[in-house]
Every structure is written in structure tokens, then in C-alpha cells.
């Protein structure tokens, strides 16, 4: 009994107070998890975002959590099993929380703080400015370009491409269906220039040439690609799919494995701009979400999260939602399509608005998606997916 008391008295040294803590701790875990488990000590039982931070102040990864206190103590544990986490613990000085509304809140807060001080121990996806999109310009024959970010120059475009790998094999699946020029230069409609090998193989119409008018350029090339950004991709697929059907037929599989992942590739991105563009465009959109008895506010400007609030059980939400669109981030919507906010943030309020239980309260403008959108490609993109998995 004495050796008992005299190790629970020890176990007080570590702030081990709890059976449950005493559980935790004689799991295998690392002396440096041991050492900084105290990090943890104060933070709050609230949802929220946490930020370790080292030596020299600097923010070495940050996480969003329902339970900031919970999940901090977490990194403790033997649960805890990823070298580069255990890694950053051990230059781990102190770790300070920022309480949120709601966990919607915390999730945008979490992207937000991730983008500002790209911490090094947070994975690279995450980073928005890592990103690839698709450019169709504005020219007499149009074209698509690689860029980084859309600009405010009129042009369409398809993305954000987490890598531009991604960004090139939807490129790829567009060529493949209709004849895109492929070349860099600026064509004249006036004045010819030469032809590449391209306009031989019949993969291009050769409007260096003017074997094709500006018109016709437009209806047969340009107005396929803008509806794959916009609208019906469907002269798209249906290309691809032919092209699909004439290589399994001729016995050309890998060939035809590499068409279906541009396939996919090139369906996802439009699903996924489709989704987020119309959120983008609202002015103001005004939501509530039952929880803990009372009820989450957003308020959603430009697929930007404005402002959030909590109206707590036996008070009525409208007062608060109120309060909380006059203290709301002013949004001015940017170049692209998805001017507002990042891809990311914009998915995670639609996440959160297409829950069962959220109400949409007020609106500037409808939500709507096309109703012959990319999204009735849905079961062809699981399909070619699956296939490739």
C-alpha cells in the first residue's frame, strides 16, 4: 500500500490526477511525450484551433478540434504514432488555443491559419497556395494555360488542381476530346502563321492556318470546353467515352486506363467547381444549425465564412444571428470563378449547409447547381474510380 501511494504521489509530478489520466500515461509512450504532456495544462474544453509553437514563437502546426483540451492531450498518448507529430513535440515550447462559435468555425479558422504561417509540420496538401488551374483565354482562338491563381481578366477557369500533374491530365483529357490548340502563340485572324504537326495528325483545326473561321472555332472548340467550367460537359464524356469504347475494342488497355483517369480527372475538377461557384456568388447567405440544445449561426459571404455565433438553449437565435451580421467580415468577391474564399473553405461551409439539420435563414441570391451539370456524371466518375483503384 505504502509503494502504491508513494508511485500515485509521483504520478502528481506529471499532472496525472485521474484514473483515466493514470491509464494514459504507463501506455508506451516517448519520454519527450511525457516531458511535454503539461503543454496541454489550461487549454479549454471548447471547440476551437490550437497552434504549437516553438522556441522562437514560430507555429509549428496547428489543428482544429470540438474539444480543444481533449485533443491536445491526445499527442501524449501511445495513440500517438506519427514520427513527423512526435517530432514537432519535441521542438514544442507551448501550445496556446483560439475558441471558436462552432466546429464549422474552427475548421475555416484552422484553414486560414495554415495558409498565413505555413507551419512545417502540417501535411503540404493543405496549403491552398499550392495550387493549378486551368485557363481558357481570351483570344481570337482561345487556348488553355497552366496558371497558379486566377486573375481579373475575363478568362474562365477549372480548378483549384492540387498539383499541377492533376492540372495537366485534365489538359490532357480535354485534347483528347476536342481539337484545343495546343501551340503558345498568339494567332492573328488576319495573318497566317505555320502549322504544326498537330494540324496533320487532325488533333488540331488549324486555325494558325485559317483552315477554321473565329466562329466556328467558337462553336466547335471553345463552347465545348467553357461548358465543361460552366454547364453540360456532356459533348466532353460523350467524346471521351466513344474514344474509350475504340481503344478497348482495338485492345489497347493501358492506353485506354490512362484516357479514363483524364476522364476522371477532368469530371471531378468540374463537379467540384460547379458545387462551390454558386455559394461564391451569393452576396449574403444567413444559416442556423441545431446543437447542444441551442443553435450554430454562419453568416457566408462570397462562399467566405463572414462570422459566426452560438445562440445557447432558451435564447432565441434571431437577436443573436443579428449581433452577429453586424460584427461580419465585409467580402468583396475577387478575380475567378471562386473569388470569395479558398476552394477548401468554400467546401467546408457547403459541407455544413447540406447537413439534414441546417436551415438556410436568409439568402441575397438561390443556391442552385445546373441541373444538367457535371453532376449527373456522378456514377461514370465512381465507376472510373473504381476501375483505376
Known sequence: M???????????????????????????????????????????????VYLFRGADDRVLYVGASQDIATRVRSYFTAAERRARIKEMLAAAQRAEAVECAHPLEAQVRELRLIEAHAPPYNRRSKFPQRTWWLKLTREPYPRLSLVRSPSGDGALYLGPFSSRQAAEAAAAGVYDAVPVRQCTTRLS???????????????CLAPCQHRVSVDEYEQRVVA?????????????????????????????????????????????????????????????????????????????????????GYAPPRVH??????????????????????GGATAEETDRIIDWLERPDTRLVETTAGWAVPVQGAARFTDLLTMAEQAAG
Open 2 to 48: 505504502e509503494v502504491l501511494h508513494g508511485l500515485i504521489a509521483r504520478l502528481g509530478g506529471y499532472k496525472v490526477h485521474t484514473l483515466r489520466d493514470t491509464v494514459e500515461f504507463v501506455k508506451a509512450v516517448s519520454p519527450v511525450q511525457r516531458r511535454k504532456r503539461t503543454l496541454a495544462d489550461g487549454l479549454p474544453h471548447k471547440p476551437g
Open 189 to 203: 485572324p488576319r495573318t497566317p502563321s505555320p502549322a504544326c504537326v498537330l494540324a496533320e495528325l487532325r488533333r
Open 224 to 308: 465545348p470546353v467553357r461548358d465543361v467550367m460552366t454547364g453540360d460537359p456532356g459533348v466532353v464524356v460523350d467524346n471521351l467515352r466513344a474514344r474509350l469504347d475504340r481503344l478497348a475494342d482495338a485492345g489497347r488497355y493501358e492506353e485506354a486506363a490512362t484516357l479514363r483517369g483524364r476522364l476522371a480527372t477532368l469530371l471531378r475538377a468540374s463537379m467540384r467547381l460547379q458545387r462551390r461557384v454558386n455559394v461564391n456568388q451569393i452576396e449574403e447567405l444567413c444559416a442556423a444549425r441545431p446543437a447542444g440544445g441551442g443553435w450554430e449561426l454562419a453568416v457566408v459571404r462570397h462562399g467566405r465564412l463572414a462570422a459566426a
Open 317 to 338: 437565435p434571431r437577436p443573436v444571428l443579428e449581433a452577429v451580421r453586424a460584427t461580419a467580415e465585409t467580402v468583396l468577391p475577387g478575380p475567378g470563378p471562386l
